[in-house]
Antibody, heavy 123, light 107 residues
Framework: EAQLVESGGGSVQPGGSLRLSCAAS????????MNWVRQAPGKGLEWVSW????????YYADSVKGRFTISRDNAKSSFYLQMNSLRAEDTALYYC????????????????WGQGAMVTVSS | DIQMTQSPSSLSASVGDRVTITCWAS??????LNWYQQKPGKVPELLIY???SLQSGVPSRFSGSGSGTDFTLTISSLQPEDFATYYC?????????FGQGTKLEMK
């Protein structure tokens, strides 16, 4: 069964840093694009970042560009989100999510989600 | 950036009702439109991709339609487990954008 498990959440002061990790199992990790999606308390879903299956191509939401860095290690079936210069508005539950493939065609949907890692930015 | 707008923001309905949720894109996105269900305290689940393709394991009472800028999610006969929040999401271009959500509540 395909599964994603996040780790690394916690509380940090404004301006601080955190690194989220997402460990994948049950599927061939190196063939899938991966994403981070966040949800502030009581709010909707916000896409944060995308990384290609090889790790060569990367995109970010404008709200985190220049502060967050996505990366992956296919040998470890894991990917990461390094979050620097954190702000109060970054407080959210951060989900890692797998990019959906339909018969090897990228759909851009997210079909497998982790349980989420809570990040709280507060003084 | 593409803006996604859902209507209504909330909806009250009864078991057995036919329910339709609408999602509009600020520019044409072809059929790059996905739908998710999220229950309180739970992880979002993919229902529909490519506007009308049913994700494996999703009940057939869920269906999606539309292309270009106008899309709909229909639940043909509402079941108790369907009361949740529904999100559309465009996958035409980055930044990938979600609608604001539609909360489906029991009447």
């Amino acid at each position: 069964e395909a599964q994603l498990v996040e780790s690394g959440g916690g509380s940090v002061q404004p301006g601080g840093s955190l690194r989220l990790s997402c460990a994948a199992s049950g599927f061939i990790f190196s063939t899938y694009e991966m994403n981070w999606v966040r949800q502030a308390p009581g709010k909707g879903l916000e896409w944060v970042s995308w990384i290609s299956s090889s790790g060569r191509d990367i995109y970010y939401a404008d709200s985190v560009k220049g502060r967050f860095t996505i990366s992956r290690d296919n040998a470890k079936s894991s990917f990461y989100l390094q979050m620097n210069s954190l702000r109060a508005e970054d407080t959210a539950l951060y989900y890692c999510a797998r990019g959906h493939l339909e018969r090897e065609v990228v759909t851009g949907a997210f079909d497998i989600w982790g349980q989420g890692a809570m990040v709280t930015v507060s003084s | 950036d593409i803006q996604m707008t859902q209507s209504p923001s909330s909806l009250s309905a009864s078991v057995g009702d036919r329910v339709t949720i609408t999602c509009w894109a600020s520019q044409s996105i072809g059929n790059y439109l996905n739908w998710y269900q999220q229950k309180p305290g739970k992880v979002p689940e993919l229902l529909i991709y490519f506007a009308s393709s049913l994700q494996s394991g999703v009940p057939s009472r869920f269906s999606g339609s539309g292309s270009g800028t106008d899309f709909t999610l229909t639940i043909s006969s509402l079941q108790p487990e369907d009361f949740a929040t529904y999100y559309c999401q465009e996958s035409y271009s980055t930044p990938l954008t979600f609608g604001q959500g539609t909360k489906l509540e029991m009447k």
